[in-house]
């Protein structure tokens, strides 16, 4: 894959996103838990984990068919909440298992430190043409 | 519905949400969004949306099964992204369609500063008794 | 809306949908439950709520963009069930909550003959081109 | 696990279900495609392959909890479409990911008959303890 360089994330930057892989097979980031992430009784904001998910599905997509000068976006996720995480450092997994002309289908979990997975997903990311004029592969190369 | 007040909400603090209403009918938060809710290309990132409908339904049925000295959390949340949001204030509307014993399940749109429907999404929130020796009648009245 | 004939669908034959109305805004099918449609402990089998929403909101869909000469498929559904179906008559009622040139969104609810609301349901059709050479404007028309 | 035996399923009867594992690590049915299983343009019913995660998630979770007096009862799927199914023989493959006291969660996949995933799943399965009085152990022991 060309080597491309994506516009930073504000959103993920006010979470705390490390970027690990954009391995469509295998696709990593990680988010050491701060305070900050914590809902009323003090685990982790599912809001937190579904963004990471996103964020990783989203980015990874994105950068695999921008050099063919097209963007990506997501259109719909479910995620299954299964245990609760209070702190240490996660880890989201993400991989395409589907990957058409117009949408990528994507399988995700979510890891404690443990290695327990708290949270499945699976998200659909839209694949469409650039706006017209607009030329991404300014984008890429390093 | 008897007065309750919750414990703060870190992560809804660190994203901006403002509460609106907690009723299970029509349950309602607002965002005015600002630079740190982009995503890369500019536009809203989706895990902010779905971090105020997860906020929304599980504060609104965390407050509804709280008399009864029992605890909500989410348990799967699915949604499906419309239409871009580029700024403004957005809110989002939220109802529990079936309030069962053990599961509530919402409906939920996210509306932008026009009051187009940018995201709909659909929840379940999960219900228990309290753990052994938790008291949360403590946090009810006012 | 131009009148249009959609050929049959068997597997819809095969469960006995009824059809009621195929307007984007409220279509509706009904079944009238038989043994046929339990599952091992005698309720209505999930499938059976399932198939009719995808049936009613994909048919409703191909209708509405086959003037066009496109057509429509069925790319992701989520459902939730509230409350068990034992006998009688029920009805699935679809809205389009979104109408895009890819794809359309669907909020669905299956209602039991007393008119409670026993799932509900939101559901993703795509929409495409025909392939090359096909025309199916040859469906339209009485 | 102990040998349990349970009602059949007139609905898998119907559509022509084959039940060939129901292990949660690795639970299958197959289906063998006929004109009964076509919409409109000819394609198996996206209603078909869901009915069968239905049916093997249930059923294999349902066979899991029996012996402890406890009944299962889907509760949320969400599914993705990839790839038409014309003909031939099509497996599921489902396995549990969470195996909670109240939900279990799963991951389904369809495969057509070259292996290729044709359509993904999630799905939540609930339990809870039959209905007082009924003893659904005489359906255990072969």
């Known amino acids: 894959m060309p080597e491309v360089s994506l516009p930073n994330s504000p959103f993920d930057a006010l979470i705390g996103s490390e970027w ?3 391995d469509p097979d295998d696709a990593r980031v990680r988010l050491t838990m701060t305070d900050d992430h914590r809902q009323p009784m003090g685990i982790m904001h599912g ?3 579904v963004s990471l998910i996103e964020s990783i599905c989203s980015r990874t997509c994105a950068r695999a068919v921008l050099p ?3 963007v990506s976006m997501g259109q ?3 995620v299954s909440f299964l245990r609760p995480i209070s702190d240490g450092t996660i880890e989201v997994r993400a991989r395409a298992v589907h990957r058409g002309r117009m949408t990528w289908v994507w399988q995700a979990e979510v890891l404690d430190p443990e290695g327990r997975v708290c949270a499945t997903a699976q998200m659909t990311t839209a694949i469409r043409d ?3 004029g607009v030329d991404l592969s ?5």
Do not use: Q, T
């Not at 300014?138 to 390093?142: A, E, V």
């Open 20 to 22: 690990i892989s954009d």
């Open 47 to 49: 809001g937190v984990m």
């Open 68 to 70: 063919d000068n097209r």
């Open 76 to 78: 719909n996720i479910s």
């Open 130 to 132: 650039a706006p017209e």
């Open 138 to 142: 300014s984008l890429s190369g390093g």
